[in-house]
């Protein structure tokens, strides 16, 4: 079993850097276009032996130390009662969650009840990836899933959710109460399937102020780490949990008191001034930026070796990139930086 990603996850030491890329499974991969070819993103979501497919081809094709569950993190908004479809164009369309009335009637769903689908990818994965990669579970965190319910999909300006929040904030409240139980008994659930560490992505953290984004996004976060831990505990299971926030740089301090075990970065700051404002003494993941994936390799190169250095102040570090990989990257230059950043590493 190939353990150097949980191995990175808990501050020991590793023979070479990990790497995983975030949205390693989609697009950008003809293998994964095959698949998609024949359904739509939601039916692959949902069809355990496919998602289990599309989850396992980054791990065979770039050589990554680490799989991560084929889903999206508005599943669990389908299962809260929203309804939910992905266009081709445009993206997730929901409807909106703005009103009382409609905020009232969601309900926190049994994941093994409305989202068996992924338990039961995660329980295949497990078995399928028995020797060859540890499985990362994710969840969207409280916030950055209330922007897709509040806006009703993608948005430049989040008007919708700001507004709630300085106009209604006992309503924002209740909508962030219902996600923040829905997320936690998710990860649960995940974690109890097989999932060996858990993500939680706060890609639209950085559009807050930061005390803003302490007490609208990161309080929320910090209630699922600790119900998470607790239950870790009682149940005697130890999985390491990483928090990624998008335009990291201006939260680092409010990031560090989440209780996460490992934090990504994006590639707006250096990783040695993100362990600084980190404390210190964090185990980093990041953080080059995507759109370096269409760099020359020599220049590439460069960029891998100075992230590695400055990742050396770090009590742990997990390559990856600092946002998720773009449809139109090249395939071979994915499986480039891989080989790269293993052997750059290698001590
Ligand atoms: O990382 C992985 O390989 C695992 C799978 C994964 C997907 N989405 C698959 C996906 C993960 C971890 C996500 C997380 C996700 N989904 C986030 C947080 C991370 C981030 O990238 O910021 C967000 C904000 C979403 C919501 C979402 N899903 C959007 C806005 C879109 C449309 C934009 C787009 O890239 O198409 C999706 C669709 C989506 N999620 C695709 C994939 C592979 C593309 C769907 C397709 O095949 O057409």
């Not at 984004?213 to 699922?224: C, G, K, M, Q, T």
Request: with cysteine; aromatic share 8%.
């Amino acid at each position: 079993m190939n353990d150097t990603f949980l191995k990175a996850c808990r501050g020991e030491k590793t023979d070479y850097t990990p790497i995983w890329i975030m949205r390693q499974a989609g697009r950008y991969l003809p293998d994964y276009q095959k698949v998609r070819g024949k359904v739509d993103f939601l039916t692959l979501c949902k069809t355990p032996e496919l998602a289990a497919e599309v989850t396992i081809q980054p791990v065979d094709i770039l050589k990554v130390d680490a799989a991560i569950l084929f889903s999206d993190i508005l599943i669990p908004v389908e299962a809260m009662g929203v309804h939910l479809e992905f266009h081709e164009k445009k993206g997730p369309v929901l409807t909106p969650a703005r009103d009382e009335n409609v905020i009232k009637k969601l309900s926190v769903p049994d994941p093994e009840d409305k989202m068996k689908f992924v338990m039961d990818t995660i329980r295949l994965l497990r078995k399928e990836l028995a020797g060859k990669a540890p499985l990362i579970g994710f969840s969207g965190a409280p916030f950055t899933t209330a922007t897709y319910m509040i806006e009703g999909g993608t948005s430049k300006n989040f008007l919708n959710t700001k507004r709630m929040i300085f106009q209604s904030p006992e309503l924002y409240g209740s909508l962030m109460d219902k996600i923040t139980a829905t997320v936690t008994e998710y990860l649960k659930a995940q974690i109890a399937a097989g999932a060996q560490a858990v993500q939680l992505f706060d890609t639209w953290g950085g559009i807050f102020s930061p005390s803003d984004f302490r007490e609208y996004a990161l309080s929320y976060v910090i209630r699922v780490i600790a119900d998470l831990r607790k239950w870790l505990k009682a149940e005697n299971i130890s999985v390491p949990i990483i928090y990624f926030v998008g335009e990291t740089a201006g939260l680092l301090e409010e990031i560090s008191t989440s209780g996460a075990d490992v934090y990504g970065i994006d590639w707006r700051i250096n990783l040695d001034d993100a362990v600084k404002r980190l404390g210190g003494n964090a185990i980093v993941q990041g953080n080059l930026d995507p759109l370096a994936l269409f760099l020359p390799q020599n220049r590439m190169e460069q960029r891998v070796k100075d992230i590695l250095e400055r990742a050396s102040s770090a009590r742990g570090h997990i390559f990856n990139l600092g946002h998720g990989v773009v449809p139109e990257t090249p395939p071979e230059n994915v499986i480039a930086l891989v080989d790269m950043v293993h052997r750059l590493s290698k001590r």
